[in-house]
């Protein structure tokens, strides 16, 4: 069982790649290193600011849209040219399928993440000719889009396994936006009252908490990440991500394929 | 052991945007296949064979009825590991080379590591891809893909194996080539089930077929038994450019084509017609009896149906039985009654 | 139709768990960053560079500006601190990316200039926050209105606060106190009813709970303010009359000069003090009085919760 799952995972994984979706590292690599060399004709005592920020933006959106076009792209698409069928008709269970790619896709983002974390890095030593105690922050940045890109993928597959490849890819963008603003929707619920405060309060629980998330602008003047909010990120990260899965794995169940 | 029982299964959609009205795509379909049959199922278009092989492989879900393959019930995952499936032009991961594919395939099917590569290169030369193993599938021709999915199908020595227009978009070369591995197929024997809708190579290839029309079983029997000869005739075709009358008042359908004549004739007149040959000096090329085709059968099970009923259809190799036999008494009466 | 069924139970647990344990994940997160969002909001204080990052969606971003600076207000109230100094660029940054956002200017009012812990006691800020609203949105009343507020209970300026009156009482939709608490301004201006016209007119001018609950605090200041002043000019009376103090509520009662015990909004009768003052029983229950306390007391401040808004 566990060997398919695995085997499922990896085909993804060399899909995505001989997609060539890695080139977008190309394109992120020309971004970060303009960047990086015209900060630093600049210089005005902010250029670690700019390369964290730009950087760490730039990962977490190129991700993101990566996650959202390949992860849907993988399965809707396998759904809608029938490749399925002659997998679906090998002692792979329909659960096992779903797990698998979402094992392949988190996994072709985490190597695209590492390559471009190294750029990120490689940018900052350009600029400031030195590393600094605070920038291991940065890793724990680069960890939390990690996170971010498990919640992403999860939804992708989520979405896909009942809609449309259009459709998915807008419900998923749609969350992700409105996660990024999670923590003001509840503050805006919480000072809401009546059905319209219901209502917000079950939205702005239920949408992924992205804004958790996002300590870009903290890591880049340098404050430390809380021990604390690593851990809550990972276990909410996590048990959303499985939720989402379980969802899809329940709604893929019981699909007629086409 | 039958190889697959099918009991009642039945699939309907609902079709429409606003209100939803159900479309019966497969009428209850009661069906039994033998260990070790070549079965093949015909039908038109849009008659319910792909929806059938869809039900049976779990990809769709019935709305009724059940089915139960080698023994275990069709959703068990077991079964997945003793059959194989070919769809009807099927698409594979393109960015795989047909190694790669047959090696993830194995990989999924359980085929254990130790002897994978060997098994997945004996594959592509039995389907005659070697030379092709390393390249993308993207690039593949509609051929050489059909045979990229017949290994695929078999490659893990399944005891059943399911094939969905196995034909289509071959050349004649490709359509030999499928009919021999279906042959092999059944000498080393495995249950071959497979749909089209090119009867002749269902009657060379199969021991049963089953008509399917509209979402409805319309008929079963042996091959065999539905091609003998029921209507005794012969064909003659001669040198001529004209029917000579003597043949046709013997009541031979004849048709001209050139300089040559094809007559057929009932089985009877054999005689009087070489006389009539003879008289007119007419030379003769050929003479064979008529067999009566698949065409013949599939064509009349076509026929739409006054009464629907659920009731199971009989075999029609036993219903030509019973009707011969009812047949013969008729005439055997009506001798008696007229005299000898 | 097992393996089927096992597959969907064991789902549906994960869904289920899973859900439970992200939604108390969730809470845990936001009790740990609750601190330090607004820092966080105000690591761009620009407004024009937030402008352009808003990529023209500059209406949603203020109204998140000004949902965070109310949630702000809530929060340092609710924790007592007593520190808002972050309350007056959340305010000008909402204002700044939309100058017509009229609650951020009100609440800027009534919160921006009172000394902590009741607000951020920079009355400066607010003074310049509502020339700013008055240039920006020049036909609406309650901004002339906000003004003279502030010129009359911040800077005690009841020149400048007839002036805001008077033009807010000039526009063609306004309210019909503005011209009248521009007459008081005039002569009457350190009066109880003017006083008391200002914060019903700061009642009936906005709906959110926060300035409404401020303002009815006030009222029953102002209520306690009064009724001490009178009490204690009878005593005086009674003093004059009789040469000596009274001893109790009792003895001005049968002097006639009052009739049953008088009791302050909270029905707690009013002391009387043995030096002839009158004093509160609980000033802690009546925030912002200024008469009534025992001597060197300073203004109670108002309690931590929102009551419920009263009808």
């Given at each position: 069982?566990?060997?398919?799952?695995?085997?499922?995972?990896?085909?993804?994984?060399?899909?995505?790649?001989?997609?060539?979706?890695?080139?977008?590292?190309?394109?992120?690599?020309?971004?970060?290193?303009?960047?990086?060399?015209?900060?630093?004709?600049?210089?005005?005592?902010?250029?670690?600011?700019?390369?964290?920020?730009?950087?760490?933006?730039?990962?977490?959106?190129?991700?993101?849209?990566?996650?959202?076009?390949?992860?849907?792209?993988?399965?809707?698409?396998?759904?809608?040219?029938?490749?399925?069928?002659?997998?679906?008709?090998?002692?792979?269970?329909?659960?096992?399928?779903?797990?698998?790619?979402?094992?392949?896709?988190?996994?072709?983002?985490?190597?695209?993440?590492?390559?471009?974390?190294?750029?990120?890095?490689?940018?900052?030593?350009?600029?400031?000719?030195?590393?600094?105690?605070?920038?291991?922050?940065?890793?724990?940045?680069?960890?939390?889009?990690?996170?971010?890109?498990?919640?992403?993928?999860?939804?992708?597959?989520?979405?896909?396994?009942?809609?449309?490849?259009?459709?998915?890819?807008?419900?998923?963008?749609?969350?992700?936006?409105?996660?990024?603003?999670?923590?003001?929707?509840?503050?805006?619920?919480?000072?809401?009252?009546?059905?319209?405060?219901?209502?917000?309060?079950?939205?702005?629980?239920?949408?992924?908490?992205?804004?958790?998330?996002?300590?870009?602008?903290?890591?880049?003047?340098?404050?430390?990440?809380?021990?604390?909010?690593?851990?809550?990120?990972?276990?909410?990260?996590?048990?959303?991500?499985?939720?989402?899965?379980?969802?899809?794995?329940?709604?893929?169940?019981?699909?007629?394929?086409? | 052991?039958?190889?697959?029982?099918?009991?009642?299964?039945?699939?309907?959609?609902?079709?429409?945007?606003?209100?939803?009205?159900?479309?019966?795509?497969?009428?209850?379909?009661?069906?039994?296949?033998?260990?070790?049959?070549?079965?093949?199922?015909?039908?038109?278009?849009?008659?319910?064979?792909?929806?059938?092989?869809?039900?049976?492989?779990?990809?769709?879900?019935?709305?009724?009825?059940?089915?139960?393959?080698?023994?275990?019930?069709?959703?068990?995952?077991?079964?997945?590991?003793?059959?194989?499936?070919?769809?009807?032009?099927?698409?594979?991961?393109?960015?795989?080379?047909?190694?790669?594919?047959?090696?993830?395939?194995?990989?999924?099917?359980?085929?254990?590591?130790?002897?994978?590569?060997?098994?997945?290169?004996?594959?592509?030369?039995?389907?005659?891809?070697?030379?092709?193993?390393?390249?993308?599938?993207?690039?593949?021709?509609?051929?050489?893909?059909?045979?990229?999915?017949?290994?695929?199908?078999?490659?893990?020595?399944?005891?059943?194996?399911?094939?969905?227009?196995?034909?289509?978009?071959?050349?004649?070369?490709?359509?030999?080539?499928?009919?021999?591995?279906?042959?092999?197929?059944?000498?080393?024997?495995?249950?071959?089930?497979?749909?089209?809708?090119?009867?002749?190579?269902?009657?060379?290839?199969?021991?049963?077929?089953?008509?399917?029309?509209?979402?409805?079983?319309?008929?079963?029997?042996?091959?065999?038994?539905?091609?003998?000869?029921?209507?005794?005739?012969?064909?003659?075709?001669?040198?001529?450019?004209?029917?000579?009358?003597?043949?046709?008042?013997?009541?031979?359908?004849?048709?001209?084509?050139?300089?040559?004549?094809?007559?057929?004739?009932?089985?009877?007149?054999?005689?009087?017609?070489?006389?009539?040959?003879?008289?007119?000096?007419?030379?003769?090329?050929?003479?064979?009896?008529?067999?009566?085709?698949?065409?013949?059968?599939?064509?009349?099970?076509?026929?739409?149906?006054?009464?629907?009923?659920?009731?199971?259809?009989?075999?029609?190799?036993?219903?030509?039985?019973?009707?011969?036999?009812?047949?013969?008494?008729?005439?055997?009466?009506?001798?008696?009654?007229?005299?000898? | 139709?097992?393996?089927?069924?096992?597959?969907?139970?064991?789902?549906?647990?994960?869904?289920?768990?899973?859900?439970?344990?992200?939604?108390?994940?969730?809470?845990?997160?936001?009790?740990?960053?609750?601190?330090?969002?607004?820092?966080?909001?105000?690591?761009?204080?620009?407004?024009?560079?937030?402008?352009?990052?808003?990529?023209?969606?500059?209406?949603?971003?203020?109204?998140?500006?000004?949902?965070?600076?109310?949630?702000?207000?809530?929060?340092?109230?609710?924790?007592?601190?007593?520190?808002?100094?972050?309350?007056?660029?959340?305010l000008?940054?909402?204002t700044?990316?939309?100058p017509?956002?009229l609650p951020a200017y009100q609440f800027g009012a009534n919160f921006l200039a009172p000394?902590?812990?009741?607000?951020?006691?920079l009355p400066g800020a607010a003074l310049s926050l509502m020339k700013y609203g008055i240039e920006h949105n020049p036909d609406q009343w309650r901004l002339y209105y906000n003004l003279g507020f502030l010129y009359y209970t911040e800077f005690k300026d009841y020149a400048k606060a007839a002036d805001a009156f008077r033009q807010g009482a000039a526009l063609?939709?306004t309210s019909?106190y503005m011209s009248?608490l521009a007459?008081r301004m005039?002569?009457?201006a350190?009066?109880?009813?003017?006083?008391?016209?200002l914060w019903?007119t700061t009642?009936?001018s906005t709906?959110?709970?926060?300035i409404?609950?401020?303002?009815?605090?006030?009222?029953?200041?102002?209520?306690?303010?009064?009724?001490?002043?009178?009490?204690?000019?009878?005593?005086?009376?009674?003093?004059?009359?009789?040469?000596?103090?009274?001893?109790?509520?009792?003895?001005?009662?049968?002097?006639?000069?009052?009739?049953?015990?008088?009791?302050?909004?909270?029905?707690?009768?009013?002391?009387?003090?043995?030096?002839?003052?009158?004093?509160?029983?609980?000033?802690?229950?009546?925030?912002?009085?200024?008469?009534?306390?025992?001597?060197?007391?300073?203004?109670?401040?108002?309690?931590?919760?929102?009551?419920?808004?009263?009808?």
């Amino acid at each position: 069982m566990n060997s398919r799952i695995g085997y499922i995972a990896f085909n993804t994984f060399r899909e995505a790649v001989r997609d060539r979706v890695l080139y977008n590292l190309i394109a992120f690599a020309l971004l970060l290193s303009g960047a990086a060399i015209l900060v630093g004709e600049i210089s005005i005592d902010i250029e670690r600011l700019v390369v964290v920020n730009l950087g760490l933006t730039a990962v977490s959106l190129f991700g993101v849209v990566i996650a959202i076009f390949i992860g849907i792209g993988l399965v809707s698409k396998e759904i809608d040219k029938r490749t399925l069928y002659t997998v679906l008709s090998r002692p792979v269970r329909r659960w096992e399928f779903v797990v698998g790619k979402f094992f392949g896709l988190t996994g072709t983002l985490v190597v695209n993440t590492f390559f471009m974390a190294v750029g990120v890095f490689l940018a900052l030593l350009y600029v400031a000719h030195k590393f600094e105690k605070m920038d291991v922050w940065v890793l724990a940045a680069l960890y939390f889009i990690v996170l971010q890109f498990l919640i992403v993928c999860a939804l992708a597959l989520f979405f896909s396994s009942f809609s449309t490849p259009l459709m998915a890819a807008v419900f998923t963008f749609a969350l992700f936006v409105i996660g990024s603003l999670s923590e003001d929707l509840r503050g805006f619920a919480r000072i809401t009252s009546g059905v319209g405060g219901w209502l917000a309060t079950a939205i702005a629980y239920l949408v992924p908490n992205f804004s958790a998330l996002n300590v870009i602008n903290q890591v880049a003047h340098g404050d430390p990440v809380p021990g604390r909010l690593i851990l809550y990120n990972t276990v909410y990260a996590l048990l959303y991500s499985a939720m989402a899965i379980s969802g899809a794995v329940l709604i893929f169940q019981r699909r007629n394929l086409k | 052991m039958a190889a697959i029982e099918i009991l009642d299964l039945e699939k309907s959609y609902l079709v429409g945007f606003w209100r939803k009205r159900p479309k019966l795509a497969l009428r209850p379909l009661r069906l039994t296949i033998e260990d070790g049959e070549v079965f093949g199922f015909l039908g038109p278009n849009g008659a319910g064979k792909t929806t059938t092989l869809k039900l049976l492989m779990g990809l769709v879900f019935p709305t009724a009825g059940s089915a139960r393959i080698l023994g275990m019930e069709m959703n068990d995952p077991r079964v997945k590991s003793e059959i194989g499936f070919l769809p009807e032009q099927p698409y594979f991961y393109d960015h795989l080379s047909a190694r790669e594919l047959l090696n993830y395939y194995a990989q999924l099917s359980g085929v254990p590591a130790k002897g994978r590569s060997a098994r997945v290169e004996q594959m592509l030369e039995r389907v005659g891809l070697r030379d092709a193993a390393g390249v993308q599938l993207r690039k593949f021709s509609k051929g050489m893909l059909q045979r990229v999915g017949l290994a695929q199908a078999i490659l893990h020595d399944p005891k059943l194996v399911f094939l969905d227009e196995p034909m289509s978009g071959l050349d004649p070369m490709g359509r030999r080539e499928v009919r021999d591995l279906i042959q092999q197929l059944r000498s080393e024997g495995k249950t071959v089930f497979f749909s089209t809708h090119i009867l002749s190579d269902a009657e060379a290839l199969c021991d049963r077929v089953g008509v399917i029309h509209q979402g409805e079983l319309r008929g079963v029997g042996a091959v065999a038994e539905l091609t003998s000869e029921r209507q005794a005739k012969i064909e003659i075709i001669f040198c001529a450019t004209t029917v000579p009358p003597g043949l046709t008042s013997l009541g031979a359908e004849a048709r001209v084509s050139g300089d040559m004549v094809n007559a057929v004739l009932p089985e009877e007149q054999q005689d009087a017609a070489l006389e009539v040959l003879r008289r007119e000096r007419i030379k003769l090329i050929s003479l064979t009896p008529v067999r009566r085709s698949l065409e013949e059968y599939y064509i009349q099970k076509l026929r739409p149906v006054e009464a629907r009923k659920n009731e199971i259809p009989k075999a029609d190799d036993q219903k030509d039985k019973d009707d011969d036999r009812e047949n013969d008494a008729r005439i055997e009466a009506s001798r008696k009654g007229v005299g000898a | 139709m097992s393996t089927t069924r096992r597959v969907n139970l064991v789902a549906g647990a994960v869904l289920l768990l899973s859900l439970a344990g992200a939604l108390t994940a969730l809470g845990a997160i936001d009790r740990l960053r609750q601190p330090s969002i607004p820092q966080q909001t105000l690591y761009l204080r620009s407004s024009r560079v937030l402008r352009r990052l808003s990529l023209g969606y500059t209406g949603l971003l203020a109204d998140i500006y000004w949902t965070r600076a109310v949630q702000y207000f809530g929060i340092q109230h609710h924790n007592d601190s007593g520190d808002f100094r972050l309350l007056a660029p959340l305010l000008e940054i909402t204002t700044e990316l939309d100058p017509r956002l009229l609650p951020a200017y009100q609440f800027g009012a009534n919160f921006l200039a009172p000394k902590p812990p009741s607000g951020a006691g920079l009355p400066g800020a607010a003074l310049s926050l509502m020339k700013y609203g008055i240039e920006h949105n020049p036909d609406q009343w309650r901004l002339y209105y906000n003004l003279g507020f502030l010129y009359y209970t911040e800077f005690k300026d009841y020149a400048k606060a007839a002036d805001a009156f008077r033009q807010g009482a000039a526009l063609p939709v306004t309210s019909e106190y503005m011209s009248i608490l521009a007459a008081r301004m005039a002569q009457h201006a350190g009066e109880f009813d003017t006083a008391r016209m200002l914060w019903v007119t700061t009642y009936q001018s906005t709906q959110e709970a926060r300035i409404r609950q401020n303002a009815v605090e006030h009222l029953l200041a102002l209520q306690v303010d009064e009724e001490v002043t009178q009490l204690e000019q009878v005593v005086e009376k009674y003093r004059a009359q009789s040469g000596r103090l009274p001893t109790s509520m009792g003895d001005l009662e049968h002097a006639g000069f009052i009739r049953g015990t008088p009791t302050d909004p909270k029905d707690h009768p009013y002391k009387l003090m043995p030096d002839g003052r009158i004093e509160v029983q609980d000033p802690q229950k009546i925030p912002f009085i200024t008469k009534g306390l025992p001597p060197g007391m300073s203004p109670p401040q108002p309690a931590r919760e929102i009551p419920p808004e009263p009808k």
